[in-house]
């Protein structure tokens, strides 16, 4: 086991926010999320990393020696910082990744021009605006096929007025999600999953989990296969429609869910007995997988064409090993549970 | 061992050209593939099938029991035609896939809009646009990792007139290119792959080879890591510097290189014995490889956003197995032969 390593952050260009203050590996229990006279952006940044600590010492807690190793990392001319956890080759989980990323720079005038155009009315049209975004996101492929692969990303973004860099947010929205994608349905695993964020959407607003289940089962297609990727779950984006503090507590209820909606299932079908054939299976719908992240998933594509992309961290998402059979015929047999599992792919299910 | 299905095609469409005497299977020995009578298409046609047949049955040379299965389909409404043929899971190969496809279709007005311009200064601007092509490709995965990985496509197409469709075409070009992926480095067989095309260059045109292999360089480059694919080859595409038999004698030559310039390379080094290490290289190499396929490679970009696209057929050149780990120390060590490569994908090398 070896300890995350700690390299302090150096924001020389972010004077006004105690970043120097947020290491990585510590969870600042001192802060009230709830406190409104600190900037949201720096209750975010809170949030995200005592998120991630305590999911990596929740999953650590199901592997016997395994351990996430750490890697934290400035972003250049200190326009923010990361930490890239991952835990590979473990007995449960034969990859899983959890990431933070803060990036407080400026937004070209063609990135502003590909974002929605509504948010911008007040721009001029040729300035760089000045942009802040903290998010967290995690994947997780443990190695016993009857356990599913799980996904989540939230974050937070702010565009600040370039005349005005220090003031109040020009415009800002939450975006994030979590979804599973089993090899093997286990239907009481599924309902207890969507039930999971269905309770947790509720509670802010009865339309939310309609909407964003459907959104969900949208955006996680793989067109040339006409498929999805997994069973879904929650998925959202520009969500500014109730003020920041109320979504900012949404989207802390959402990512708070990932442990009670996704621990008692991996840590159940973790331990169940599995053949050579199920394995293999596991190691196709990866495949599949791969090819999402590849080809579709926005997040990847839009990390891997910056300029300096932090390739490892953007690409801890896909799993270890994976396998690409030519047409075969596993998946196609009626009866079978993976023939189920295709089924269901194919067209997506209201779990509650 | 699996006979290669043999459906009959049914080309209604294309009562001119004796597609339904084309079988897949069979290489059509009698026809002068210099015949200027033949429309150049037809032999074309001729070639491809050729070459797939040979190529498939030299490859098989060299497993004791895996055999292509072959897989013949039309597209939809007889605009033409393809064969698969793939085998998996042999001893010298983990996976090869050699295909041919035709296609007799029309180009929509947005499709023409993003080819080269200066191809279609005789073009009204809306209609839509006859074409045809015919191309064969090939993917080699050996299962050695001592023997390099090998890519190969060559293709012809045509644009006729829509006034008039049974015409000379207004616009036709060759493209195409061969390529080499070693996971770990021989600089003999690398010489020799390179040597093996120049010399079928040369005896066209003195300029093809440098061209072709700076161009091989440029694309087969995966800007998200900073490294090449490969130890390229050629590439080349639009070309019709050339009279069209000129230049179909070219592509043969080159297309006919593909066996002299890797059977003795994946002969020799299929017999070495290997390390679990070097395997888990060779997995890692691969995971670049489906990273180059399904980020930035063209071909199968245009193949999944067609309509209906052949998944199956596109994405067969998907390694069966492959390792995505993250930040792996092997590749970084200072005198390992993993190193070597990483150094030479970094900064291409001139062979001959």
Redesign the interface.
Same mark, same amino acid.
């Given at each position: 086991m070896t300890s995350p390593q700690r390299i302090p952050p150096r924001d020389e260009e972010l004077p006004a926010d105690p970043f120097s203050e947020l290491r990585p590996s510590q969870p600042s229990p001192g802060v009230d999320l709830d406190d409104e006279s600190i900037p949201l952006r720096l209750r975010m940044v809170h949030h995200i990393k005592s998120l991630q600590s305590t999911i990596c010492t929740a999953l650590e807690s199901l592997e016997p020696e395994a351990r996430f190793q750490s890697?934290y990392y400035l972003r250049d001319a200190s326009k923010g910082f990361g930490d890239?956890r !991952?835990l590979?080759g473990g007995e449960t989980f034969e990859?899983a990744?959890c990431n933070i990323s803060v990036i407080k720079s400026t937004l070209s005038v063609a990135a502003v021009r590909q974002m929605r155009a509504e948010r911008f009315d007040w721009w001029d049209g040729v300035s760089e605006l000045p942009y802040f975004v903290a998010g967290c996101s995690l994947v997780v492929h443990p190695s016993n096929p009857h356990a599913p692969t799980i996904h989540f990303n939230y974050r937070y973004f702010e565009i600040q007025d370039p005349k005005d860099p220090n003031g109040p947010p020009k415009a800002w929205w939450f975006g994030g999600g979590t979804d599973l994608t089993p090899s093997y349905l286990y239907d009481e695993d599924a309902t207890h999953f969507h039930q999971s964020f269905k309770t947790s959407c509720d509670k802010h607003d009865q339309s939310y989990y309609p909407r964003f289940k459907k959104w969900c089962d949208d955006y996680f297609t793989i067109?040339? @296969?006409g498929e999805s990727r997994g069973i879904g779950g929650i998925f959202f984006d520009d969500l500014a429609d109730r003020s920041p503090e109320d979504l900012f507590r949404f989207v802390r209820d959402c990512s708070n869910t990932f442990l009670p909606a996704y621990y008692p299932i991996v840590e159940k079908r973790s331990k169940m007995a599995f053949t050579e054939e199920e394995k293999r299976w596991q190691?196709l719908r990866r495949?599949r997988y !791969?090819?999402f992240n590849? !080809?579709y998933d926005r997040g990847t594509?839009f990390g891997?064409a910056m300029k300096e992309?932090r390739? &490892?961290s953007?690409?801890?998402s896909?799993?270890?090993?994976? @396998?690409? &059979?030519?047409?075969p015929e596993i998946g196609t047999i009626e009866g079978t549970r993976e023939k189920r599992i295709m089924d269901v792919l194919r067209k997506p299910i209201e779990w509650v």
């Open positions: 890697s890239s !991952v590979q990859k990744g067109p040339h @296969r190691q495949g !791969v090819e590849l !080809v594509k891997l992309p390739t &490892e953007i690409l801890m896909l799993p270890l090993t994976t @396998r690409f &059979e030519y047409q």
